[in-house]
Each structure stands twice: as structure tokens, then as C-alpha cells.
């Protein structure tokens, strides 16, 4: 860990003058900005591989690629402070937009996820509160005293609960269990009472039963199928079967690149999207795998340096909680795609195709490296 | 946010902070560590499992039919072939709503009930996944064109086009080449599957039948890669399939085609054999069917027109078709009597137009025979007794014989049994005997009985196969060819299990030349006045240009009741009598011999002779060949 970190260590009192480097001029970090290329760039060659090697949608997605580090950079050049300030706002705008969505939204496969002005923009509210959730709750214990009292934690509760109801409703249930996680996180890292945690994870457990009847028939047959994938080989079953094949099949050192026959023949589903790390796991094996993992895992390191390193509740608790929420993506994709957990729309973050949620993350990391830049540089 | 004023205490909360934060990344590492080890599970533990599920999911085995076997007749014209044929499938992987796409393929095509039950049935059966299944056979162009415009609104439906089985010939060849059927779900349970995986047809009766392994060729593969909708990707490595053996057959098309006008719409067979190698010539039974029918799937109604009909055109009378044998069993009557010595050329009888056996009061009638007491032929001797088909002489000549040594002698001849080698079904008729008889009827041998036999009636049948077996071996005097219908290959020592039987070497040459020269006056002896004429003379002897033996046999259906004169115009058509024809030509050197029947044909001079006449003729005096008339 960096020199910094232990002038910041709890009874130092003291921070003292340091050395204004590049990284602090432009509001950037590098050690995340390499890292967050690194992976995009893998990203772009396991979609080549994806795309049968056509360049058309590599370039999308580098274009894509392009216009999130733009963003994240702009994110980057903007005050904490303004985020602070401006978060209640976010946080209403949030909420309208999801209600003009119930409203107004444009329907694809029996759900309104998006808003559509048409000729100017496609828009998913539930994209914007993947950052507006952490950052309310954020800026609410900001300025209460930490470990939250009770009454707090309700507060919170509801804050967390309206936006994830109104995506749940859409219904996106994908999108509403990472933004509840990504609330959740900031109650675990502001210091929530354990009791609570291991109370609530045991209501939940008690509850299952019951949220199983509220689940959809398709919900409880993902999960079924988790369970059991041979139950119905051709049907519900298929694509888990065969991203474990695709998977297994691939071995240490893969098939080689482009030579995966799971995905090259159309076995693999969605491998483009939420599928492709069974791409990566097939034509590069296992060693493929782990170079993935070992740059996520860097990168959520850095992320959690630089909350350790913020000056204030704010800037931990969006910095940490950004950081968390980007594992819970990365162990929920690979955990359905590998079979441990039931297919939830989720794509693997900067390697899977899709423009928004690419641009939702970049900002994110914007945002951390803003915290991270905008350090008073003396006590 | 009305909080009593309070100053945070940024320590302890950094603090808290750090501990939740450590605590969270070390999780965060062992989640991770979960999912290295979900991975390294998949990879490296079970990754031979996956890999074989990998490949099977790509790697598909297609089987490569070979190509059948053609049949050509004996001038090399081809009897049965294979053409293309254009069949719709269906992949149902790839049919979102059956109902809704045979809907569209009814709409477009027109699907019968039988055809949509046909479908389901074969649905059902074992196949491979993506392997189409046929729902409608030979479609026309015009049903092609229709398809194919409309193909992109119907995923799954497809134009498949293989080659099947077509015989040229059509009715002609039917029962003489047999055919082939669909492959149904029952032949699969006995058949090698592996042989048979590419093959839609397997031969189901006659020479189709016989040679089925010789015809079927050698099934070929191919690893082909496909993608998951079934397409084929690349083909990995391949065998060719090894085409069927072609056949060569004695049967001749155009002798055939003479035979067949010659019976015209009279219900009846001809056989003809070439005498020097048993070869089949002419096999033709009447009325017949259209083999082509039943290639691709005959519907129901058709079939049971044909199987219904009091005709029974797919019943091959030629080999299965028994009836009894009438006067042409004559000669080997008297054959039997003079290498027996029981008889000799010299030997006379005075027929008065009817024979008795003592104590018995029944007549047994000659066929001039009158009331009163004026038929009869009066003087005869066995020539006479050949030529004019006198039934007194033979009636004698049974009596004194007795039942063995009939069956004994006709035995040599191929009656009772089936002597040709590459026909193993066909029909044994039945050569009587007493143990026969009293095992299946439970009594004795009558004296009576051994009468009937005397002039071929009674218990006795043979098939026109048989006869004309027998008009061979007495052509060949009395050296045995066994009836075949395959020229040439050595495959037909392979399948036979036919005994071949033994030659016929105790009778001496006067009694062959007797009994030939009698026969041969059956056709020439003329101009004598009636009552001295052969039998057939009038009918096919007065102009015959080259020297045939023959002789004629009328069989009655049904038995005439004593005291009763037979009216042929009064009985129904179809009790009226069989008419029988054998002969061989040229009498000096045989080149054919042939059988001919007519069921409820009438006599068999007069009917069935003009037939054997026509198809004798073709053969010997087609193209510039003349012969020379001989005495």
C-alpha cells in the first residue's frame, strides 16, 4: 500500500503537504486508468473473437469505449463537493424519470425499461440510479454520525427500497438486485451494526419460501434450472449447459483463439453479451481466466485504496461502495455463466458488448478518481 | 436532518470505515477465489467430460447412401434404375408450431390424412437430431416451385431430392424383377442398422429381394462439423459409399413384352426358360401392377384396390400360382411306363371313351367323351395316346403304375419341390402321395385317386414355373438345369441353398425320342383328318415354321358330376377350365421352353398354345434368323 495511506491511518491526526503529480493536475488516476484499459482492450479481443472476427462491432464497442472514458474524464474533473451537493437532486430527477418511465416508457420483451424521446435519445433511468443510490446514501450519512443509529438505517432503507421497487416493477429484476446490493454496501461499509446484517441475512433466509411465490414463473425456472440444467437440455436448461460446456471444454490453455467451436458454432448463447467469458474461458482457458480476474481484482484493489485514502465520509462511501458494486457484477456474470448462480441478465463489466452500462461504469470510476484528485493537499 | 449538534468524529468513523473496507476486500478476494475454483472445477477437473460434450455437440456422423444396384434384362436394357426423387422434410428442431407449418405445407401442396399419419409415425421413430423427416414423396415441379417460393415463411420444411427405385418397364417387369418398399419401422428392428442408416428402401419381393445384399452396396459416412441449427460447418473426414453390384437377368424385355400382348387381359403366366443354362426368359403373370406405386409409399385406397380385387394382380401366379397340371403331365406318364416296362411303344388299349376300375361303377370320362357310348378314340398306343391326349391310355397306365412310382418319377422332374435357384419362395405345388395323404386328410390312397392323376387332376398342382421346369429337363433329355433368374456373377452359388437336382440318366434314348417325337406331333402331325390330328395342330401347327414339341392340358375347376355332360357355356367364367400349354423349340437343338397358362382359359390347345406360339416365334425367328422347317 502507498505511502499515503499510512500518513492516513487512524490517530495520525495529520495530513500532510504532498507531492502535487500529474495524476492530481488532470484529475486522473493512472494506476485505475491502465487497469480499466487493460481489461477493455481484452474485452475487444474476446468480442472480436465473439463477432466471428467481424471488425464492425469491435469498433462500436470501441467507439462506445471512447465516449465512457470521455465521460469518466469529465466525471473526473468535477468536485466531490458538487456531487454532494447536487445528490438530493439526482436522486429526485432519478425518481421522476422512473416514474415518467412506468408512464411513458418504450416496451421491448414485456418490460418498460426505457424512456425514448424519439431522434434525440434512448435513455434507462435504472442506469443513472446504478450510481445516484450510493451517492444519496452517501451524502445522507455524510453528515451523521457513524455507525448509523436505527432510526437512520430506516431512513436509509426507504431510500434504497423506492428506486429498487420502481425498477423491479418494470420489471428488471437484474438491475434492481445490483442497485439494492450496491445500497446494501453502503450501509455494510458506514458501519451498520453486524446484528443487523446477520439478522436480516436470516429473515431472508426464513423469507425465501415466501419470495418464491412472488417471483415470476420464469424466475422460479432460472432458478430451477440452476439447480438442475439436464431437467430440460433443449429448453431452459440449454444455455447453462452450454456455457459449462464451453467452459469445460476449453481446459488451461483453451482452444486457442477463435478456434472455440461452442461459440463459433452458435452452442453458446448471448456470447457476445452476458455469455462471454464462456468465449474467453473455451478459447483461452483457464490461464485466460485468470489474467481476467487477476485485473479485476487489481482494479477493485485500487478502487478500495483510493476509498481508504478519501478525506471524508462522502468520498469513502461512494468510492468503496462503487468499487464493491463493480465485484458484484463481475461474481454475479461469471457466477451464472459458470453455473453457480441462476441466469440473471447481468453482462461481465467492460468486456461484454452493450454501450450503457459501459458508460454507467466509466462515470463511476470518474467519480472515484474525483474523490481521489481533489484532495485538500494541506490540513 | 435536524441532528443535535455534534462534532463527527472523523477518526473513529475512518476507523469504522477501514475495518468494514478490509473486511470487504478480503471477501471480495475469497468470492473471487470461489469463482477461480468454480472455473478450475469446469476446466481443469471436468474438462474431459466437457470436451466430449463439446464435440458431440459439433461432430455429427451422416450416413452416405449408396447408390442400388441396376438390373439390366439379357440385351443389357435396363429393368430397374434409380431416378431422383423429390421429397418434402421437415427438421422439426427447427419448427417453432408444427400444426402451423403442416397447415402452410397443405395450403401450398395439399397433405392427405394418410400422408399426416404417415409423418407423425415416422416422427416418432429413432432418428438423429436434425435429421429430416419426410412428409410428402415425389413432388411434381410445380409443387417444387411452390415450395420453394414460400420456403422462407416455413423454417424447418425442405426439398430433399434422393435417388429411388424406378422401373422403367413398369407393370411389365413387376413380377418378374419384384420391387422395393419404404424401410418401415418393423424391417428396422431386423436389420443391421448400420447397413441400412442411409437407405430409405430395402427390396421386398423377388429378384429385389434375393439379391438384396448384392444390391444394397456399402453404406459410406462423414464427420461433419455442424453449428447448433444443424447446418453442416466442414466435413471433417469421409468414406464413400461402395455403389450396389449391378445384376444382369436372363429375362428378356421384348420376349417378355410378347408374352404379356399375348395373354392380352386374359388372367395367366408364361414362363420360358433357355434349356441350355435354366435361364428365365419370360416370367410374366397377368394382371400385374405398377411396381412404381409402392417405391415411395402407395396410398391406402390404391392398395386396397389392388389387394382387393378378385383378380389379384399382385399375386404372382407365375411361381405361386398352383393349379393342376391337366394332360401335360402325360408324357411323363408314359416316360415312367416304358423305363418301368410296363409299357411299350407297341402297346395298345381300346378306348371306348371311358375307363372303369373293377367294382367300382364310376366312369372316368375321356374328353370325347358322349353320351351313349360313340366317343373315344378307339384304338391307341402311347404316340397316339400323347398326340391326341387320349385320358383311357393313362388312366390304364396310372392304374398299373401305382401312386409310388408316379411320385417317384414326376419327382424327378421338379415337381413337389422348388428347384430354381434364386426364386426361394417360390410355390413347391404338391406332388401326392399316401403318406401325404393320409397325413393331411387322414385317409387312404383310393384306386380312384391314382386315376385322377393318371390325366393330371385330382390332388396333383404345379406352378407354370414347374412346368415349364419340367418341359426343360425333357427338352435337355433328362439333364437338369435348375430355373434361374440371375446371368451372371458368382453370387448366386453364395445365396443358393438349393439343392441342384440329379440328372435323370436311367431312361434310355428310344424313350426320350418317343416320347419327344409324340410330343412333337402334338404341334405337326396334320392334315390326317380330325380324330388323327395332334391336339394343337390346327391351332399353331398348319404354318409353324420350325419344329416345336408341345403338349396341351385343360384342367377343370370343378369336378363334373357323373352321368353329366360338360357345358362349357353354362358355367361362370371363373369356373370355366384352366388352360394349359407346354413346349420346347426347336425340337433338335432347344433354345426354349416354355409354360403357359390361362387361368379359366378353356382348352389348351386351343387357347394357350396360340400363346406359347407367339413368344416361341419371337424368340427364335426375330431379326434375319430363319429356320429351316424340319420334318
Given at each position: 500500500?502507498?505511502?499515503?495511506?499510512?500518513?492516513?491511518?487512524?490517530?495520525?491526526?495529520?495530513?500532510?503537504?504532498?507531492?502535487?503529480?500529474?495524476?492530481?493536475?488532470?484529475?486522473?488516476?493512472?494506476?485505475?486508468?491502465?487497469?480499466?484499459?487493460?481489461?477493455?482492450?481484452?474485452?475487444?479481443?474476446?468480442?472480436?473473437?465473439?463477432?466471428?472476427?467481424?471488425?464492425?462491432?469491435?469498433?462500436?464497442?470501441?467507439?462506445?469505449?471512447?465516449?465512457?472514458?470521455?465521460?469518466?474524464?469529465?466525471?473526473?474533473?468535477?468536485?466531490?463537493?458538487?456531487?454532494?451537493?447536487?445528490?438530493?437532486?439526482?436522486?429526485?430527477?432519478?425518481?421522476?424519470?422512473?416514474?415518467?418511465?412506468?408512464?411513458?416508457?418504450?416496451?421491448?420483451?414485456?418490460?418498460?425499461?426505457?424512456?425514448?424521446?424519439?431522434?434525440?435519445?434512448?435513455?434507462?433511468?435504472?442506469?443513472?440510479?446504478?450510481?445516484?443510490?450510493?451517492?444519496?446514501?452517501?451524502?445522507?450519512?455524510?453528515?451523521?454520525?457513524?455507525?448509523?443509529?436505527?432510526?437512520?438505517?430506516?431512513?436509509?432503507?426507504?431510500?434504497?427500497?423506492?428506486?429498487?421497487?420502481?425498477?423491479?416493477?418494470?420489471?428488471?429484476?437484474?438491475?434492481?438486485?445490483?442497485?439494492?446490493?450496491?445500497?446494501?454496501?453502503?450501509?455494510?461499509?458506514?458501519?451498520?451494526?453486524?446484528?443487523?446484517?446477520?439478522?436480516?441475512?436470516?429473515?431472508?433466509?426464513?423469507?425465501?419460501?415466501?419470495?418464491?411465490?412472488?417471483?415470476?414463473?420464469?424466475?422460479?425456472?432460472?432458478?430451477?434450472?440452476?439447480?438442475?440444467?439436464?431437467?430440460?437440455?433443449?429448453?431452459?436448461?440449454?444455455?447453462?449447459?452450454?456455457?459449462?460446456?464451453?467452459?469445460?471444454?476449453?481446459?488451461?490453455?483453451?482452444?486457442?483463439?477463435?478456434?472455440?467451436?461452442?461459440?463459433?458454432?452458435?452452442?453458446?448463447?448471448?456470447?457476445?453479451?452476458?455469455?462471454?467469458?464462456?468465449?474467453?474461458?473455451?478459447?483461452?482457458?483457464?490461464?485466460?481466466?485468470?489474467?481476467?480476474?487477476?485485473?479485476?481484482?487489481?482494479?477493485?484493489?485500487?478502487?478500495?485504496?483510493?476509498?481508504?485514502?478519501?478525506?471524508?465520509?462522502?468520498?469513502?462511501?461512494?468510492?468503496?461502495?462503487?468499487?464493491?458494486?463493480?465485484?458484484?457484477?463481475?461474481?454475479?456474470?461469471?457466477?451464472?455463466?459458470?453455473?453457480?448462480?441462476?441466469?440473471?441478465?447481468?453482462?461481465?463489466?467492460?468486456?461484454?458488448?452493450?454501450?450503457?452500462?459501459?458508460?454507467?461504469?466509466?462515470?463511476?470510476?470518474?467519480?472515484?478518481?474525483?474523490?481521489?484528485?481533489?484532495?485538500?493537499?494541506?490540513? | 436532518?435536524?441532528?443535535?449538534?455534534?462534532?463527527?468524529?472523523?477518526?473513529?468513523?475512518?476507523?469504522?470505515?477501514?475495518?468494514?473496507?478490509?473486511?470487504?476486500?478480503?471477501?471480495?478476494?475469497?468470492?473471487?477465489?470461489?469463482?477461480?475454483?468454480?472455473?478450475?472445477?469446469?476446466?481443469?477437473?471436468?474438462?474431459?467430460?466437457?470436451?466430449?460434450?463439446?464435440?458431440?455437440?459439433?461432430?455429427?456422423?451422416?450416413?452416405?447412401?449408396?447408390?442400388?444396384?441396376?438390373?439390366?434384362d439379357?440385351?443389357?436394357e435396363?429393368i430397374?434404375?434409380?431416378?431422383?426423387?423429390?421429397?418434402?422434410?421437415?427438421?422439426?428442431?427447427?419448427?417453432?408450431?408444427?400444426?402451423?407449418?403442416?397447415?402452410?405445407?397443405?395450403?401450398?401442396?395439399?397433405?392427405?390424412?394418410?400422408?399426416?399419419?404417415?409423418?407423425?409415425?415416422?416422427?416418432?421413430?429413432?432418428?438423429?437430431?436434425?435429421?429430416?423427416?419426410?412428409?410428402?414423396?415425389?413432388?411434381?415441379?410445380?409443387?417444387?416451385?411452390?415450395?420453394?417460393?414460400?420456403?422462407?415463411?416455413?423454417?424447418?420444411?425442405?426439398?430433399?431430392?434422393?435417388?429411388?427405385?424406378?422401373y422403367p418397364n413398369g407393370e411389365l417387369m413387376a413380377h418378374a424383377v419384384?420391387?422395393?418398399?419404404?424401410?418401415?419401422?418393423?424391417?428396422?428392428?431386423?436389420?443391421?442398422?448400420?447397413?441400412?442408416?442411409?437407405?430409405?428402401?430395402?427390396?421386398?419381393?423377388?429378384?429385389?429381394?434375393?439379391?438384396?445384399?448384392?444390391?444394397?452396396?456399402?453404406?459410406?459416412?462423414?464427420?461433419?462439423?455442424?453449428?447448433?441449427?444443424?447446418?453442416?460447418?466442414?466435413?471433417?473426414?469421409?468414406?464413400?459409399?461402395?455403389?450396389?453390384?449391378?445384376?444382369?437377368?436372363?429375362v428378356d424385355s421384348s420376349l417378355q413384352q410378347v408374352a404379356s400382348d399375348a395373354l392380352g387381359h386374359r388372367r395367366g403366366a408364361v414362363v420360358a426358360?433357355?434349356?441350355?443354362?435354366?435361364?428365365i426368359m419370360v416370367l410374366v403373370s397377368k394382371p400385374g401392377y405398377d411396381p412404381?406405386?409402392?417405391?415411395?409409399?402407395?396410398?391406402?385406397?390404391?392398395?386396397?384396390?389392388?389387394?382387393?380385387?378378385?383378380d389379384?394382380p399382385?399375386?404372382n401366379r407365375a411361381?405361386?400360382?398352383?393349379?393342376?397340371?391337366?394332360?401335360?403331365?402325360?408324357?411323363?406318364?408314359?416316360?415312367?411306363?416304358?423305363?418301368?416296362?410296363?409299357?411299350?411303344?407297341?402297346?395298345?388299349?381300346?378306348?371306348?371313351?371311358?375307363?372303369?376300375?373293377?367294382?367300382?361303377?364310376?366312369?372316368?370320362?375321356?374328353?370325347?367323351?358322349?353320351?351313349?357310348?360313340?366317343?373315344?378314340?378307339?384304338?391307341?398306343?402311347?404316340?397316339?395316346?400323347?398326340?391326341?391326349?387320349?385320358?383311357?391310355?393313362?388312366?390304364?397306365?396310372?392304374?398299373?403304375?401305382?401312386?409310388?412310382?408316379?411320385?417317384?418319377?414326376?419327382?424327378?422332374?421338379?415337381?413337389?419341390?422348388?428347384?430354381?435357384?434364386?426364386?426361394?419362395?417360390?410355390?413347391?405345388?404338391?406332388?401326392?402321395?399316401?403318406?401325404?395323404?393320409?397325413?393331411?386328410?387322414?385317409?387312404?390312397?383310393?384306386?380312384?385317386?391314382?386315376?385322377?392323376?393318371?390325366?393330371?387332376?385330382?390332388?396333383?398342382?404345379?406352378?407354370p414355373?414347374?412346368?415349364?421346369?419340367?418341359?426343360?429337363?425333357?427338352?435337355?433329355?433328362?439333364?437338369?438345369?435348375?430355373?434361374?433368374?440371375?446371368?451372371?456373377?458368382?453370387?448366386?452359388?453364395?445365396?443358393?441353398?438349393?439343392?441342384?437336382?440329379?440328372?435323370?440318366?436311367?431312361?434310355?434314348?428310344?424313350?426320350?425320342?418317343?416320347?419327344?417325337?409324340?410330343?412333337?406331333?402334338?404341334?405337326?402331325?396334320?392334315?390326317?383328318?380330325?380324330?388323327?390330328?395332334?391336339?394343337?395342330?390346327?391351332?399353331?401347327?398348319?404354318?409353324?415354321?420350325?419344329?416345336?414339341?408341345?403338349?396341351?392340358?385343360?384342367?377343370?375347376?370343378?369336378?363334373?358330376?357323373?352321368?353329366?355332360?360338360?357345358?362349357?357355356?353354362?358355367?361362370?367364367?371363373?369356373?370355366?377350365?384352366?388352360?394349359?400349354?407346354?413346349?420346347?423349340?426347336?425340337?433338335?437343338?432347344?433354345?426354349?421352353?416354355i409354360a403357359v397358362l390361362l387361368e379359366?382359359?378353356?382348352?389348351?390347345?386351343?387357347?394357350a398354345?396360340p400363346v406359347a406360339?407367339q413368344v416361341v416365334d419371337h424368340h427364335?425367328?426375330?431379326?434375319?434368323?430363319?429356320?429351316?422347317?424340319?420334318?
Amino acid at each position: 500500500m502507498s505511502q499515503d495511506f499510512v500518513r492516513h491511518l487512524p490517530g495520525s491526526g495529520h495530513v500532510y503537504r504532498r507531492k502535487s503529480g500529474l495524476g492530481e493536475k488532470v484529475h486522473l488516476d493512472f494506476p485505475l486508468v491502465i487497469l480499466m484499459f487493460s481489461i477493455s482492450l481484452y474485452g475487444l479481443l474476446i468480442l472480436f473473437s465473439a463477432v466471428e472476427q467481424q471488425t464492425g462491432p469491435v469498433l462500436a464497442q470501441a467507439i462506445r469505449l471512447g465516449i465512457a472514458t470521455v465521460v469518466m474524464a469529465v466525471m473526473a474533473q468535477i468536485s466531490p463537493i458538487v456531487y454532494l451537493r447536487l445528490a438530493p437532486w439526482l436522486f429526485i430527477l432519478g425518481l421522476l424519470l422512473l416514474g415518467l418511465t412506468y408512464l411513458f416508457g418504450f416496451e421491448v420483451n414485456g418490460s418498460k425499461r426505457w424512456l425514448r424521446i424519439p431522434g434525440v435519445l434512448n435513455f434507462q433511468p435504472s442506469e443513472l440510479m446504478k450510481l445516484v443510490v450510493p451517492m444519496i446514501l452517501a451524502w445522507y450519512f455524510h453528515d451523521r454520525h457513524l455507525p448509523p443509529k436505527t432510526k437512520h438505517l430506516v431512513w436509509a432503507s426507504t431510500m434504497i427500497a423506492i428506486p429498487v421497487l420502481m425498477i423491479a416493477a418494470q420489471p428488471d429484476l437484474g438491475t434492481a438486485l445490483v442497485i439494492g446490493a450496491s445500497g446494501l454496501l453502503v450501509l455494510l461499509l458506514a458501519g451498520i451494526p453486524l446484528r443487523f446484517v446477520f439478522g436480516s441475512l436470516a429473515l431472508a433466509l426464513a423469507a425465501a419460501p415466501a419470495l418464491w411465490f412472488l417471483l415470476r414463473d420464469y424466475q422460479q425456472q432460472r432458478i430451477l434450472t440452476l439447480l438442475n440444467p439436464e431437467s430440460d437440455p433443449l429448453g431452459a436448461g440449454w444455455n447453462i449447459i452450454q456455457s459449462k460446456t464451453a467452459i469445460g471444454s476449453g481446459g488451461l490453455f483453451g482452444k486457442g483463439l477463435f478456434q472455440g467451436t461452442q461459440s463459433h458454432l452458435d452452442f453458446l448463447p448471448e456470447s457476445k453479451t452476458d455469455f462471454i467469458i464462456a468465449v474467453l474461458a473455451e478459447e483461452l482457458g483457464l490461464f485466460g481466466i485468470v489474467i481476467l480476474l487477476t485485473l479485476y481484482v487489481l482494479l477493485m484493489g485500487r478502487g478500495v485504496i483510493i476509498s481508504l485514502q478519501a478525506q471524508d465520509t462522502f468520498g469513502r462511501l461512494l468510492s468503496g461502495t462503487i468499487t464493491f458494486t463493480f465485484f458484484v457484477y463481475v461474481f454475479v456474470n461469471i457466477g451464472m455463466v459458470s453455473g453457480l448462480l441462476p441466469v440473471v441478465g447481468i453482462p461481465l463489466p467492460m468486456v461484454s458488448y452493450g454501450g450503457t452500462s459501459v458508460v454507467t461504469l466509466f462515470a463511476g470510476f470518474g467519480m472515484i478518481m474525483s474523490i481521489h484528485t481533489h484532495r485538500r493537499l494541506t490540513l | 436532518m435536524v441532528e443535535p449538534l455534534a462534532l463527527k468524529d472523523h477518526t473513529g468513523e475512518s476507523k469504522i470505515y477501514f475495518e468494514r473496507a478490509v473486511w470487504g476486500f478480503g471477501i471480495l478476494i475469497f468470492l473471487t477465489l470461489i469463482l477461480f475454483a468454480q472455473l478450475f472445477y469446469l476446466q481443469i477437473v471436468q474438462h474431459s467430460i466437457y470436451a466430449t460434450l463439446s464435440d458431440k455437440n459439433r461432430i455429427q456422423i451422416q450416413s452416405l447412401a449408396p447408390i442400388r444396384g441396376l438390373i439390366y434384362d439379357i440385351n443389357g436394357e435396363l429393368i430397374a434404375d434409380n431416378i431422383p426423387s423429390y421429397n418434402l422434410t421437415i427438421t422439426i428442431e427447427r419448427v417453432d408450431d408444427l400444426d402451423e407449418t403442416l397447415g402452410k405445407v397443405e395450403e401450398l401442396v395439399g397433405l392427405s390424412d394418410s400422408q399426416i399419419k404417415g409423418f407423425r409415425k415416422r416422427l416418432k421413430q429413432r432418428r438423429r437430431p436434425f435429421e429430416s423427416v419426410p412428409l410428402r414423396f415425389k413432388l411434381s415441379q410445380e409443387d417444387i416451385a411452390r415450395v420453394s417460393v414460400n420456403q422462407y415463411a416455413m423454417p424447418g420444411v425442405e426439398i430433399e431430392a434422393k435417388l429411388v427405385r424406378h422401373y422403367p418397364n413398369g407393370e411389365l417387369m413387376a413380377h418378374a424383377v419384384g420391387s422395393v418398399r419404404r424401410i418401415n419401422e418393423k424391417d428396422m428392428r431386423r436389420l443391421n442398422r448400420v447397413a441400412y442408416s442411409g437407405t430409405d428402401h430395402i427390396g421386398k419381393i423377388g429378384i429385389e429381394r434375393f439379391y438384396e445384399s448384392d444390391l444394397l452396396g456399402t453404406v459410406g459416412y462423414q464427420r461433419v462439423e455442424t453449428n447448433a441449427r444443424g447446418k453442416v460447418m466442414k466435413i471433417l473426414d469421409s468414406a464413400l459409399p461402395i455403389p450396389g453390384k449391378n445384376l444382369v437377368l436372363h429375362v428378356d424385355s421384348s420376349l417378355q413384352q410378347v408374352a404379356s400382348d399375348a395373354l392380352g387381359h386374359r388372367r395367366g403366366a408364361v414362363v420360358a426358360i433357355d434349356p441350355a443354362t435354366g435361364g428365365i426368359m419370360v416370367l410374366v403373370s397377368k394382371p400385374g401392377y405398377d411396381p412404381n406405386l409402392f417405391v415411395t409409399g402407395i396410398d391406402h385406397a390404391s392398395y386396397a384396390g389392388l389387394r382387393d380385387s378378385i383378380d389379384v394382380p399382385l399375386f404372382n401366379r407365375a411361381i405361386h400360382g398352383q393349379y393342376e397340371p391337366g394332360s401335360t403331365i402325360k408324357p411323363l406318364l408314359g416316360l415312367a411306363g416304358l423305363v418301368e416296362g410296363i409299357i411299350n411303344p407297341e402297346f395298345t388299349i381300346e378306348d371306348p371313351g371311358w375307363f372303369s376300375l373293377p367294382n367300382d361303377e364310376r366312369l372316368y370320362r375321356d374328353w370325347n367323351w358322349t353320351k351313349g357310348g360313340l366317343g373315344g378314340h378307339g384304338i391307341v398306343n402311347l404316340e397316339r395316346a400323347l398326340y391326341r391326349s387320349c385320358n383311357v391310355y393313362f388312366y390304364n397306365l396310372a392304374v398299373k403304375l401305382g401312386i409310388e412310382r408316379i411320385h417317384e418319377h414326376l419327382r424327378l422332374f421338379g415337381f413337389g419341390r422348388n428347384t430354381a435357384l434364386d426364386l426361394p419362395r417360390a410355390s413347391k405345388g404338391l406332388l401326392p402321395s399316401r403318406d401325404w395323404k393320409k397325413n393331411t386328410r387322414g385317409l387312404p390312397w383310393f384306386p380312384g385317386d391314382t386315376v385322377n392323376i393318371g390325366i393330371g387332376q385330382g390332388d396333383m398342382l404345379v406352378t407354370p414355373l414347374q412346368l415349364a421346369t419340367a418341359a426343360t429337363v425333357i427338352a435337355n433329355r433328362g439333364k437338369w438345369v435348375s430355373p434361374r433368374m440371375l446371368k451372371e456373377g458368382s453370387e448366386l452359388i453364395e445365396h443358393t441353398s438349393v439343392f441342384l437336382p440329379e440328372d435323370i440318366d436311367l431312361v434310355p434314348d428310344h424313350v426320350w425320342d418317343l416320347t419327344i417325337s409324340s410330343m412333337k406331333k402334338v404341334v405337326h402331325r396334320g392334315n390326317k383328318g380330325f380324330g388323327e390330328n395332334g391336339t394343337a395342330w390346327a391351332y399353331i401347327g398348319q404354318d409353324i415354321p420350325y419344329s416345336m414339341a408341345g403338349k396341351s392340358g385343360t384342367a377343370q375347376v370343378v369336378g363334373i358330376k357323373q352321368g353329366e355332360e360338360y357345358k362349357e357355356d353354362e358355367l361362370q367364367e371363373r369356373l370355366r377350365k384352366h388352360a394349359w400349354f407346354i413346349a420346347f423349340a426347336p425340337v433338335e437343338n432347344p433354345r426354349i421352353a416354355i409354360a403357359v397358362l390361362l387361368e379359366n382359359g378353356g382348352g389348351g390347345s386351343q387357347f394357350a398354345a396360340p400363346v406359347a406360339r407367339q413368344v416361341v416365334d419371337h424368340h427364335l425367328l426375330r431379326g434375319n434368323q430363319r429356320l429351316v422347317v424340319s420334318e
